[in-house]
Structure formats: C-alpha cells, structure tokens
C-alpha cells in the first residue's frame, strides 16, 4: 500500500513538472569548505538562509567537485564532464588568457534554452573572456550576465575598499593587470569594481530576473557563482563586522543574506514551490590563508589537493513540498547537475560522452545514486600520470599524493607544498565511511577481500583512462594583455589607465 501510494505521488511530481517546468537556482560557492557552514557544523558561522535550506531541504555529506582549483570545476558544473574533456587545465583562466571554455560545449543554459527557459548568471564566470568575449556566458547559453568575468583577486586591490568605512583589502592581490571589472552581459559597467555595494547589485539584478521571468510565467535558471568566500575577502555594511568569525565570517554571511534575498523573491512572486535551489562550491578551502581561507571540518587539506578537503563540498538541495527534509550519505557531483537538471525539465542530453548521472532519485526518492565512483585529477592533469585518486563505494585508493602551496600552514605535513609528488603502488587505501579523514590507510596483507578490491579499483582506472581524450589545453594558450578587459581599450599607458 505505501509503495503504490509512493508511486502514485511520483507520478503526480512528473505531472507537474510537464505541465509546469521547473525553475534552476544554482548557487555556487567558493573556496567554500566542508567545515564552513553552520549547518556543516562549523561553531561561529553565521548562515541562518542556508541553515534553513539545509533544515527544510536534502543536505549531502558525500557530494564533489571535480578539481582543487576554480576554472576546472566551473567548467565540469556546467557541461557535466570533467575537465580534461573540455582542455580547462592546467590551472585556472586569467583575465588574457587565450583560450577558455570551447564554445562546442554545451553548457545547461544551452540544454535548457530549447524549451524556452529565460537563463541568466551573476557573479564568478571565470571560463574565459577571449577575443571580442568570444567566452562570456552570452555566447554560452545565457541571456544576461552581471558579474566579474574571473577571479576578483586578479586585479591589483591594495587601494580598494573590501569592508566600510574604508577598510582596505586584505593583501595585494595580482599586480600588473587590469583592475577588476564589473561587466553587464558583455559591457563593462564599472572598472575597478565596488566591492561594497556588490552583492547589492547581484541581488537587484536576481530580483529583477526572478520577477520579470514569473511575470512571463516563463520556466528560468539562474545560477549565481559568487565570489565568496574567496580571498580576499570583503563584505558591504549589511554584513562587515556582523558576524562572529572576522572577516571570512563577513564575507559568508553577505552571500547569505544575498541567498536570503533569493529565496524571499521566490516566496513572494510564487514560484518557490516550483524551483530547485541548489547549493554547492568549487573547491575546498584555501588553508594558506589560516583563519581568513576556511575550514575543512574533519576532511584532510583543502584547495589544490586531491585529499577529500581539497574536493569533497557541502551541498543542499531545497524544493519545497517535493523534497522532504534529510541527510544521504550517497555519493553525488557537480558532474550530476546538469543531466539531473535535463531530466527535471524534460530536456535532451548533450551528444557526447558525459561523466554526470541523473539523481533524480536521490533527490525526490533519497534513493540511491547512481554514481558509484568519482575520479580525482590534481590542478595539472596529465595522459602520462592520470587519475592520481579514484573512489568506489566507501574507498578510495590514492596512486599519487601531492601538497600544495594553497594548503600550506596546516600543521598536516601531507598538505604543505613541501609534500611532493609521491608514487603509492599499491596504492593507498582509506574507508571514507570509517575514516574520513585518510588517517590510517588499509593494510592489504590478509586481507583477500581489500585485494579484490585492488583488482577492481585497477580495472575501473584502466577502463577510464583508456576512455579520456584530453582536449586541448584552453590555458595552454597562454595570454595576450590585449584581451585584457578594460574599458577604454584604446587608452594608453596599460593597465593602469583601464578605469571608468
């Protein structure tokens, strides 16, 4: 009887969906980390509009980014393929850069488009500007854009403002280039940004696109990769001095109170019931950084490393009356958004080879996923070193470990830059469920099932890696400070007469 009654309920939710599409808000974090929010556990975050998401939605315990470091992970979000596909490696993109995300891939504004979907992005582009914005998201998919087209620490900031009256920015950021700009879909509006009355403007423009598209009653997605928590960070007077943990704890509570905005706008143009609100981030915390670069929680590392704190991220999943509030432990990526997403909607797949799955099931069911591994590349992937981690079930099994300088600090030796490239054969092997922390690696000698394990674990990187066909390194390109946002492009002497 509860299984027919369950069925009949499903059946209702796809019903719906046909005669209502969805609505898509993807928030998307940065260096974020597992330990940071208050519904994550973290003792002084201040996080009320994601504690309530988490409390009336689905929260991940086992959920990943693709890649330590931002462009990568921004680009797999996207197409729902790992980065080596779409040649964003090595590194990350900067504002000359050459190359950037090709534009033969498809993106889920582009899978959602087709149906009549209004899409829009605020906030962290970062997959590449290009020749004439050959790379923005108006030529990906996107109607509208406001936002910064890459990291807002590119850009000397010394002498800008990042918390009231006149705080100036924490450290000296990227010397030599452009200051940061702030662009309106492909114009830029504001060069150097202000970083005090950011939010504001991301939050007048959600507002704005959320209304106008349920005016229209027209099916939307807005995704919103903000530029918090990533250094250096900053914060407007709604937030600066307002929380308990400094000036990481400022810059939190801002992207909160931008995600409270959000929600308030659903709830009053009466869509909320009809939209998935999904909530993650790039990459792990940037410990190099101590207090100022996150937390971890009880995850090994962060940015930069392929230890679970460098990708393994908080997520949440809201949608009110479809969702019912919990916990899974299932395994889950930013890989999955997009096929999930064309399911909801009723879309068509990308014709190509994608790494995501649909979890569907897991979202409406708390089901099981049907991801059963997750591959792990460090910021520089390559054919001749690989995979250097893969997870199957509760394992995961390390062939290389490596530091980083962006995890430095910790008092995790594993972690700093001085941990170089080692070679583990056999490989390293951590149950996640009973040691999260990849403390104590699993010895194989007596154990007939782990060496089965081994064998399986071989075998699924073997099929893989004889699957990838690396595209062309887009950061390979290089950069040409011509292509440089500035918004007097004819001025001269560059860069330090792009102002406006």
């Given amino acids: 009887m509860g299984r027919s009654r369950f069925a009949f309920f499903n059946i209702l939710f796809f019903c719906s969906c046909a005669a209502s599409p969805p609505n898509f808000v993807l928030l998307f974090a940065d260096d974020l980390g597992f330990g940071d929010l208050g519904c994550y556990g973290h003792p002084s975050s201040l996080t009320p509009n994601l504690d309530r998401l988490a409390a009336a939605g ?3 315990t086992d959920f990943y980014s693709t890649s330590p470091v931002c462009s990568p992970s921004r680009a797999s979000l996207l197409t729902g393929r790992y980065q080596t596909r779409s040649g964003i490696y090595p590194g990350v993109l900067y504002p000359g850069s050459i190359g950037g995300l090709p534009l033969n891939e498809t993106t889920i504004a582009e899978v959602l488009k087709p149906l009549g979907y209004a899409t829009a992005a605020m906030g962290k ?10 790379f923005l998201p108006t030529r990906q998919g996107f109607d509208q854009y406001l936002g910064v087209p890459y990291s807002h620490d590119m850009g000397p900031c010394h002498n800008l403002t990042c918390f009231p009256p006149d705080v100036k920015c924490f450290g000296l950021c990227d010397v030599g280039t452009v200051m940061v700009p702030l ?25 704005n696109f959320i209304t106008t598209a349920a005016m229209k009653k027209q099916p939307f997605f807005l995704y919103y990769p903000s530029h918090h928590t990533h250094y250096p960070q900053y914060a407007g007077p709604g937030a600066a001095g307002r929380s308990l943990r400094g000036p990481f704890g400022d810059a939190l509570l801002e992207l909160d109170n931008t995600i409270g905005n959000l929600l308030a706008t659903l709830e009053k143009t009466g869509v909320i019931n009809n939209t998935l609100v999904l909530f993650t981030s790039d990459n792990g915390p940037e410990l190099m950084r101590m207090s100022r670069g996150g937390n971890a929680g009880p995850l090994k590392c962060g940015k930069g490393t392929t230890y679970e704190g460098g990708m393994r991220e908080p997520a949440i999943a809201f949608w009110p009356g479809t969702i019912r509030p919990g916990v899974t432990h299932e395994m889950a990526s930013t890989l999955d958004v997009l096929p999930t997403i064309a399911s909801l909607a009723g879309a068509k797949l990308p014709q190509v080879l994608l790494d995501g799955v649909d979890m569907t099931e897991i979202l409406i069911n708390q089901g099981q996923s049907k991801r059963e591994t997750m591959m792990f590349y460090p910021t520089d992937p390559s054919e001749m070193y690989g995979l250097f981690a893969l997870r199957v079930g509760k394992y995961k099994a390390h062939f290389y470990t490596r530091g980083s300088t962006l995890s430095s600090t910790t008092p995790d030796q594993d972690c700093q830059v001085l941990a170089v490239l080692k070679a583990h054969d056999p490989p390293l092997i951590f149950d996640l469920e009973a040691d999260p922390s990849e403390t104590y690696p699993l010895l194989l000698e007596g154990r007939p099932d782990l060496q089965a394990l081994l064998e399986r674990i071989k075998k699924i990187k073997q099929q893989f890696e004889a699957s990838m066909v690396f595209g062309e390194s887009q950061i390979s390109k290089g950069t040409d400070l011509e292509l440089e946002p500035c918004c007097n492009p004819e001025c001269r002497p560059k860069p330090t007469c792009c102002m406006c």
């Fill in 58 to 60: 689905l929260r991940f």
């Fill in 125 to 134: 582009w970062h997959l590449g500007v290009g020749s004439n914005g050959m």
């Fill in 183 to 207: 662009m309106h879909n492909e114009v830029i509006k504001q060069q150097p940004v202000n970083f005090l009355d950011l939010e504001r403007a991301y939050s007048d423009f959600a507002i």
